[in-house]
């Protein structure tokens, strides 16, 4: 179980950082390297300001920030809810993610990043 414990320490410093830490005010963190050197939204664009909001328990204003990252937020918690339990019950992992699963999550993630940089789609940019 020390290695469950481990990725929760890391988690919990993490959103604790981007905490206290708000990426809201400048100077905190860089610009994101995409939307430097482009001008479009990258897939990971608001992720910072997502985890923020996530972080302080405003979900709404998360899903304004970067949607993909609620949503990915939330499918890691189960990920990680399912990964103790077997540990916990001293079971062995019987397979690793079907290939399906992970060009699904590829292909999402492109639809994304094409969908908020589409113009007038302005509900997908970072708020």
Same mark, same amino acid.
């Given at each position: ?16 950082? %981007? +905490?206290? *830490? #708000?990426? =809201? ?5 860089? &610009?994101?390297?995409? @939307?430097?050197?482009? !001008?479009? /939204? ?17 979900? %709404? +204003?998360? *899903? #304004?920030? =970067? ?5 990915? &937020?939330?499918?890691? @918690?189960?990920?990680? !809810?399912? /990964? ?20 699904? *999550? ?22």
């Amino acid at each position: 179980m020390l290695r469950p414990l481990g990725v929760a320490a890391a988690a919990c410093a993490v959103v604790t950082t %981007v +905490g206290v *830490l #708000d990426p =809201n005010q400048p100077g905190h963190y860089p &610009t994101c390297p995409w @939307l430097f050197l482009t !001008g479009t /939204w990258c897939p990971g664009c608001g992720t910072l300001r997502a985890l923020h909001d996530l972080g302080h328990g405003d979900v %709404v +204003g998360a *899903l #304004d920030r =970067n949607p993909l990252t609620v949503v990915a &937020t939330a499918g890691l @918690l189960v990920w990680f !809810g399912v /990964w103790v339990r077997r540990l916990w019950l001293g079971r062995q992992r019987t397979s690793m993610a079907p290939a399906w699963l992970i060009y699904s *999550l590829f292909w999402l993630i492109v639809v994304f990043w094409v969908a908020r940089n589409v113009p007038g789609w302005t509900w997908l940019s970072p708020a």
